[in-house]
């Protein structure tokens, strides 16, 4: 009981130093060369940051998808994209100059928040009627329609292929400019942490043990008498909403949004991240989160670099394509890291001694 | 009597990491027919399945002295294992033609024995699998296995689920190659195991509970009852119509063996 | 009159592409339940190496063309052997893994080829009169429509032929139904796998070249956009169903065509709501087995 205890008083602890860590980020100078493009407290280093977190902060509610209730989707960046999109168009159309700019921009989140619930229950309802492969391809196609409708710019709304820019007339002034990407900042940590305690919430409840139960056997889960569908109806709303707030976020960071996060590749995307990272492991979204954005961000850098361009074509070509290195990088984790890099520990462990540690250290990983 | 053709000891399988059977062990000798006998869901079938390799398994397997554990099914089959599954598992899109031409691994089947078995085929040769009665499908089944000169078969509820009058004929069938090759049956209906079965295998929750000859088992009233939960086969309860036994009557379930059902 | 019939013909060659890709994505999907994302890199990397050859040999005629096309196919045969046999085996029987793998091989595939041929589409000669038109009851209709629909006939007929009538065509035809009950007749399925992936890389290849017809150039992205609409073809026909593809690939592009002349451009969107109607009524698709 006590070690339980005391286990969970150092996961506590552990945890609030990272994040305060996080947080005085951008009053320090910490140089990485090779990691960040600079110093910790240059906008440029913090906007990389703030991107990597917001993209944990999605990965995470992927995870929670395909980790614990073992749902296959294809479609996720539909949500990212609706909380981005939706949040853009809502401030752009609806918004009633008579009221407050503060009243107005909260009121934008909110709205956008509802209407990304909404979807996620719409086309959860739908996909979840069927199963396997048949869910994957059904929550491929919402997405694929939802990006086609991206790309065509019905009534000049989304911008089309140009994207769509931040209207910053309700923005508070906090978050507009190169000099406030600390406040940015500060923001996406906000929203990474927000969708952790949800996430870990869910994972809590009823609800997330029977989700998990029917990942291994959805036969266990109906003999206990429970239906999966509602739960997993439950957890896919819930995921689809993360994912928006999330995508509110980057909407604000890059004062805009591109019309490539409503792709099926981009889903990919998080894919390869929750898995590089370790499906098993809540921790492993985010540290794929991490990892992925940063490398992503600094093979390109190595792609332009000098001695790159000075090898042979053999070696050149492969690596100045960034996307060539990852994609390799997750077929290696995958046929031979199955636990990620969240799993690296717990694989070291076991090999040290071969009794078997189980799942107790992983509940809270 | 000769070296058993087939030796299963210590055998152990899960299925989605539930252990279906547990640390069984049986010989099949190498004529005659062994019945492998008990109640709904003890691991006959998940038995059978483990022996072919069709799902996880540890333990030692010989096939005539030599060890298949580790060989992949098609290895096991390859070396003489014919294979009757439950329900029939013919491949309901292919015709009976095809069916049984897919099960041809010897450069000379013996074409003239199925046919002379079982003529109905021969007729229904250009129909699809999948449209045939229940009984018919059992002899296109039937008829993959013997199609090939084998040296044990393994034979999964032949009559489940048949018209007495087709559990006949199934019954006669078997009878007529138990002759060439020793066969490991699972069978409900004990009327059919006094007719073709020369030893029985009796399994309870995942193992081995008797083991001995056919006739002797039968007419041992109170154990057929005990371990089968039905009474033997000159009472005339459920047999005739091939269905499974019923699952545990409370009233005698007693023994020990029995605990872990 | 002439309109519903140039959308017809046009919505049949675009069909011939989709079916291209769905055949093979629908056997291997049948076979192995392996849903295989790397499927537009076969057909890209054949449409790019088919394209180097043709045209250092004779560009823009009937012999660099028939010569791409035959690069295609070995092309696309061999990548998609050597995919089958160097990754996907080693996951035997874990489809999500292997899924995952084709994943990572479709990313860093377009990366590669983007690497080596560049992002902008590469435009592509062909021969003089694939570039002309036919007039069919007042349509004028593009000739590359023929050549299109002409070899995915072709290429339908001849793996038909070869499902019938050979016996790998009746392991594969028996494995789709049920792969355990093969093993259990002693043969090695493991072995048809391989194949199934060669031929299904095979018509990819041979796809991708056609693609580069059909479209007039060669790009890195050519394979991923094509297979997304090939998805939906295979699902709509119902996965490892041959039949189902096929008569999918022609009602996906035919309503595609139709709803992007007379509903202003949606054909992207009626087509994903037609997958999404069809799973909802019959979720194992029009000639689907049980729901997967």
Known sequence: MTTTNRRRIAWIAGSAAIIVLAAILPLLAIEIPG???????????????????????????YRLLFGLAGMLSFGHALFFAAGAYGLGVVLEWFAPSELPSEVVFIGAILITLVFGIVLSLTVGSLALRVGGISFAMVTLAFAQAGSVLIRRNPGGATGGEEGLALDITHVPEGFIGVMNTRNLYWFALGVLVFVYLVVLWVERSR?????????????????????????????????????????????LLQSGAAPRVATADFTLTLLVIVVLGGVGYRWGAIIGGLIYTLLDQRLTALAGSEAIAALPDVLRIPLSEPLFILGTLFILVVMFLPGGIAGIPQRLRTHRRSTALESKETVDA | ???????????????????????????????????????????????????????????????????????????????????????REVFAGLTVAENLRLAERDAEPRRELVERLFPDLVQRKAQRAGTLSGGQQQMVSLARALLNDNRVLLVDEPTKGLAPKIVGEVAEALEAVADTVPILLVEQNLHVVRQLATDVVVLSGGRVVHTGGAAEFLDDDDLVHRLLGVHGDHAESDASEGAPAPEASATTDTTTEEGRA | MSTVILLLVTGLGLGAL??????????????????????????????????EV?????????????????????????????????????????HIEQVLVTVGLALAGVALMEGIWGTDPIYTAKPAWLTETTEILGARIPNDRFLLIGIAVLVLLGIVLFLRGTRYGLIIRAGVENRHMVTALG?????????????????????GVLASVYYGYVSAHLGSSLLIFAFIVTVIGGLGSLAGAAIASVLVAVLQQFANFYLGGTGDLAVVLALAAVLLIRPSGLMGKAAA
């Open chain 1, 35 to 61: 990691v960040f493009p600079g110093p910790t407290y240059t906008p440029g280093t913090l906007q990389l940051l703030a991107y990597a977190m917001l993209i944990a902060a999605l990965a995470l509610s």
């Open chain 1, 207 to 251: 609800a997330g043990h029977v989700a998990a139960a029917g990942r291994e056997n959805e036969l266990r889960v109906r003999v206990l008498g429970v239906r999966p569908y509602p739960v997993k109806l439950l957890v896919f709303t819930v995921a689809g909403a993360l994912a928006a707030v999330a995508g509110m976020g980057y909407l």
């Open chain 2, 1 to 87: 009597m000769s070296e058993p053709i087939l030796a299963v000891s210590g055998l152990h399988a899960r299925i989605a990491g539930q252990q279906v059977v547990e640390d069984v062990s049986f010989t099949v000798p190498s004529s005659g027919v062994t019945a492998l006998l008990g109640r709904n869901g003890v691991g006959k079938t998940s038995t059978i399945k483990a022996v072919l390799g069709l799902i996880d398994r540890t333990g030692d397997v010989r096939l005539a002295g030599d060890r298949v554990d580790r060989l992949p099914t098609h290895r096991i089959v390859q070396r003489g294992v014919g294979y009757v599954p439950e329900d």
């Open chain 3, 18 to 51: 989709y079916f291209l890709v769905a055949s093979g994505l629908s056997l291997i999907y049948g076979l192995m339940h392996v849903l295989n994302f790397a499927h537009g890199v076969f057909l890209t990397i054949g449409a790019f190496l088919g394209w």
């Open chain 3, 54 to 94: 043709g045209r250092r040999v004779s560009d823009g005629t009937w012999g660099g063309l028939l010569l791409s096309m035959l690069v295609g196919v070995v092309v696309g045969a061999i990548v998609a052997a050597l995919t089958e046999y160097l990754l996907i085996r080693r996951l035997y029987e874990r």
């Open chain 3, 187 to 207: 043969i090695d399925v493991r072995r048809s796998f391989t194949l199934v992936f060669a031929i299904g890389g095979a018509a990819a290849g041979l796809g």
